[in-house]
């Protein structure tokens, strides 16, 4: 076998775990994104939450507002009692008054419903920030961890060039050429082996001469279906083998 498609063999397979590392180096921010969102929709929640309370709040002010206006047009009516000289008047009067009373005493029936609304309503926001809280430090110890990995892989990343660049140096120019080529083309397989007689890149026979061209291990040869460079798969085993 030539020498330089040996290494080209190599060098695919080197290229392969490069691209499985660069993937995921790619793929690894995407939990982030994931995390943050959930993030902001807690955030979210929580304002809904508060304005909710808000209103509440407001209506309970409101009601209060209601009572002591109720009480004070009692009291006034209740003063007025004592002016009144006719029975009818004062029957009218005494009416009123009960009217208010009854008034005032739904609506303070309200408030306590609208109190305890208010208190749940409290302890569920408290909840909620503490969702908040949570989901923050969740996110910190994720970024860090997130650091490390990344900086692993880089590392890593940067041996694997290194390596790469000296499998590289083997290859002449030419060659290199064609199997970037090929390789962005074939979905990163540029060089494929054939074993009895078939490409092992595209399952289909090559042809009779080529086969026997390749045994002789003296040229590059190509796929004459996929293009991609061939190598004699049974040589490479017995090399395998006899090491
Ligand atoms: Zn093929």
Redo the contacts with the bound molecule.
């Keep these: 076998m030539l020498p330089e498609l040996k290494r080209l063999v190599d060098l695919q397979e080197l290229d392969k775990v490069i691209r499985g590392v660069t993937q995921e180096m790619e793929k690894l921010p995407e939990f982030m994104e994931t995390e943050t969102a959930r993030l902001q929709d807690l955030k979210a929640e929580t304002a809904v939450l508060a304005q909710e309370l808000e209103n509440l709040k407001s209506q309970r002010r409101a009601m209060e507002g209601e009572i002591a206006d109720l009480e004070e047009s009692i009291k006034k009516s209740r003063q007025r009692l004592m002016e009144i000289k006719s029975n009818i008047e004062y029957r009218a009067m005494l009416k009123e008054i009960a009217y208010k009373e009854d008034q005032r005493d739904k609506t303070e029936t309200r408030m306590l419903e609208t109190m305890d609304l208010i208190e749940a309503k409290t302890k569920g926001l408290v909840e909620q920030d503490r969702k908040v809280q949570e989901q923050q430090a969740f996110l910190a110890q994720e970024e860090e961890k997130l650091k490390a990995q990344m900086g692993t892989l880089k590392k890593r990343l940067a041996g694997l060039e290194k390596e790469r660049g000296g499998l590289r140096k083997g290859v002449p120019a030419q060659l290199l050429k064609r199997y970037e080529f090929i390789r962005e083309r074939r979905n990163g397989t540029a060089i494929?082996p054939v074993r009895e007689g078939v490409?092992?890149?595209?399952?289909?026979n090559?042809l009779p001469q080529q086969f026997i061209d390749l045994q002789k291990g003296e040229e590059i040869l190509q796929?004459?279906?996929?293009?991609?460079i061939?190598y004699w798969l049974d040589e490479m085993e017995e090399e395998a083998a006899a090491n």
Excluded: D, E, K, V
């Design positions: 494929a490409c092992l890149g595209c399952n289909m090559i796929c004459p279906h996929c293009q991609r061939l």
